[in-house]
């Protein structure tokens, strides 16, 4: 048995999650699982410390009739404790499974209708077109309702090896039934010519020899790294955490805790990436419904990478294994799926002085957690940074090959032209960051803080005046916010019951880049069940099960769950245990440099200390670089 609440869960207990369902009756021939996590326990549980109960959370689905169970197996009782049916009508389908990619293939080329709209676009080889199985989103349309449904875009493959993005079958969409295995509609909407022009991007006959001009970059640490990993606590300087990993989120931080003196101090208890939303902005009827949920339609944790030293890694490099478990219940090790290392990061700070002379400077450096999954035709990297001076970040790099269709001759209002004939939808990728604070405990509050103009004024003679305003959030209905970068808009999470050595209370800033929210129309379709993405920030008061900000069942979800779910009650947040669920990200108008693979696109955020140290907690850093004791000093 693990010897901490929150350690991952390992293969053996994955294992013996599968022999515990068996033993119940609980499994048929024809059950897949969908999902399978680490029930955590509640938050008192954890902090109590003590015995607990290690359970796991698993999602049945039989793929013969459809029916859908969610059960609880304790491991440490040895038992199912907890078993529910579903019910997709309401509240939608578990996560599109890797098996149904080449089962919706399968289907679809073996449909006569979709076989002749292929014919009649002058593609004689069917065999050659690739099936690209997609969420199928919700739009009220009743034979839809409880069936689980993929729609499926097509893509000309030549060859084997090419990569087939280049070549989209525009204005042909098929609408599939995975449980009936058989195509419910073929929408054949407009004949577009399949762009011709390849998009491998590895060819050096089509896009010329490598450069030979880049001198080696070696990263070495001679004494080696500065962290210390016990299973899965790392400490790194004043840092202490763990590391987590969710098949549906993935990467997972707890307990975030910084040492001043001879304090441990609390700053976040769990920070992950609840929801990813890619929403496509081509109103065509073979695309309209182009709206993907990463995480809960297609499990971003289960699509890690394993990452590569010297690719996708580089320097003293300490790796975690995550273990996930497949659709028959068994577990699949991804070996390197997460990547932590240090790496200087410029100047901390800094001073010449001129009275005394004196001259001195000392380096910043970060502690690098990541992970990379690959989603599709896009890749993700989430790389979380904590520094020395108590600052968290994360930083969301957006790579891959953009999702791409057929350019029309007289243009387009929704896509840009990347290559010939080759277009490229408008889309977004909107991020909902869930972060369970804890600043120096749990009772804690949200100020909104941004710059103030001040007119003239007998205060204010000259004009040269301004300050900030203050506003605290006291009810989850208050604290639906927008950023506003022109005002410097930040929020201060403050503990509201203890404050530093000049009586202000301890917090920490999140600091958003403020790019646009959800740009699709209030009344529409994703609007309703993307509802978090329609606000830079959302603030609940914690509660176990609200995991999820748009809800658990989010794959053909009708709207209304999680986000609006959990503020419906309009709970007190000042002075609370609360949650910060922070929407940013990317709206991607794409360029003809993004093509035929993109160069990182970043976003993320930042969470600075403010007031929560007495003082600079970095004046003990030494000069140098940690190796030579006065090469910054003077």
């Known amino acids: 048995m693990t010897k901490h609440p929150l350690e991952p869960l390992s293969s053996e207990e994955i294992v013996r999650n599968r022999e515990i369902l068996q033993g119940a009756g609980l499994l048929r021939e024809s059950t897949r699982f969908p999902l399978v996590q680490l029930e955590e326990p509640a938050k008192a549980v954890v902090l109590a410390g003590g015995d607990f109960d290690r359970r796991v959370r698993s999602v049945l689905l039989d793929t013969k009739t459809g029916e859908l169970t969610t059960t609880v197996v304790s491991l440490t009782g040895d038992r199912v404790v907890e078993r529910h049916t579903v019910d997709p009508v309401e509240q939608g389908q578990p996560p599109v499974m890797l098996t149904e990619y080449e089962l919706v293939e399968k289907i679809v080329r073996a449909d006569e209708t979709w076989r002749q709209a292929i014919r009649d676009r002058g593609i004689e080889d069917v065999d050659k077109v690739r099936v690209c199985p997609l969420s199928a989103g919700w739009f009220g349309v009743a034979a839809e309702s409880g069936r689980r449904m993929l729609r499926a875009l097509a893509f000309v493959q030549d060859d084997p090896d090419e990569l087939p993005w280049a070549h989209p079958v525009d204005g042909l969409v098929a609408y599939v039934d ?7 509609e073929v929408v054949d909407d407009r004949h577009l010519p399949v762009p011709a022009e390849s998009g491998n991007y590895a060819d050096q006959e089509l896009f010329g020899p490598q450069r030979d001009t880049l001198k080696p970059i070696e990263i070495t640490q001679p004494d080696g790294p500065s962290f210390a990993v016990d299973g899965h606590e790392v400490r790194w300087e004043n840092w202490r955490f763990r590391v987590g990993f969710d098949p549906r989120e993935g990467l997972v931080l707890h307990q975030l805790s910084f040492r001043d003196g001879d304090r441990e101090r609390p700053v976040v208890y769990r920070a992950s990436v609840g929801e990813m939303l890619v ?38 490099i300490h790796y975690f294994d995550a273990v996930v478990a497949q659709e028959d219940g068994a577990p699949r090790t991804l070996r390197n799926a997460v990547c932590m290392h240090e790496e200087d990061f410029g100047v901390l700070w800094k001073h010449t002085d001129v009275f005394t002379g004196s001259a001195e400077t000392r380096r910043q450096r970060r502690l690098v957690i990541s992970f990379f999954s690959s989603v599709g035709n896009y890749d993700y990297g989430f790389y979380w940074y904590l520094y020395l001076d108590g600052t968290i970040q994360l930083e969301v790099k957006a790579t891959g090959i953009v999702f791409t269709s057929a350019y029309p001759a007289e243009g387009s209002r929704w896509a840009n032209e990347l290559a010939p004939g080759l277009g490229a939808p408008f889309h977004q990728h909107l991020f909902s960051a869930r972060l369970d604070m804890m600043v120096d405990g749990t009772s804690n509050a949200v100020d909104e803080m941004q710059a103030k103009r001040e007119p003239i004024s007998a205060e204010n003679p000259h004009g040269n005046a301004f300050t900030r305003s203050v506003t ?30 000049l009586g202000q209370p301890v917090g920490y800033a999140l600091h958003p880049q403020g790019y646009p929210v959800l740009l699709a ?10 509802e978090f993405a329609t606000k830079h920030l959302w603030v609940t008061r914690y509660a176990a099960d609200e995991r999820y900000p748009a809800g658990e069942w989010v794959n053909q979800s009708h709207g209304g769950a999680g986000i609006p779910a959990f503020t419906a009650g309009d709970r007190g947040i000042d002075g609370e245990d609360i949650v910060l669920w922070h929407t ?42 940690g190796t030579a004791s006065h090469c910054c000093e003077s």
């Open 279 to 316: 929403n496509y902005g081509d109103p065509a009827p073979a695309r309209f419904w182009q709206n993907y949920f990463d995480s809960g339609e297609y499990s971003l944790g289960k699509l890690a990478n394993e990452l590569v030293l010297g690719c996708d890694c580089l320097g003293e």
């Open 472 to 501: 605290r959030l006291a009810r989850e209905s208050d604290a639906g916010r927008e950023a506003d970068p022109a005002s410097g808009r930040v929020w201060h999470v403050v503990n509201t019951e203890r404050t530093n050595r």
């Open 584 to 625: 940013f990200g990317l709206t991607h108008f794409p360029r003809a440099e993004d093509w035929p693979v993109m160069p990182v696109d970043l976003c993320g955020f930042t969470l600075k200390p403010v007031g929560f140290f007495d003082r600079n907690p970095t004046l003990d850093v030494p000069p140098g670089n």
């Open 178 to 184: 995975v449980i009936e295995q058989r195509v419910l």
């Open 521 to 530: 129309d209030p009344g529409s379709s994703i609007a309703k069940r993307a």
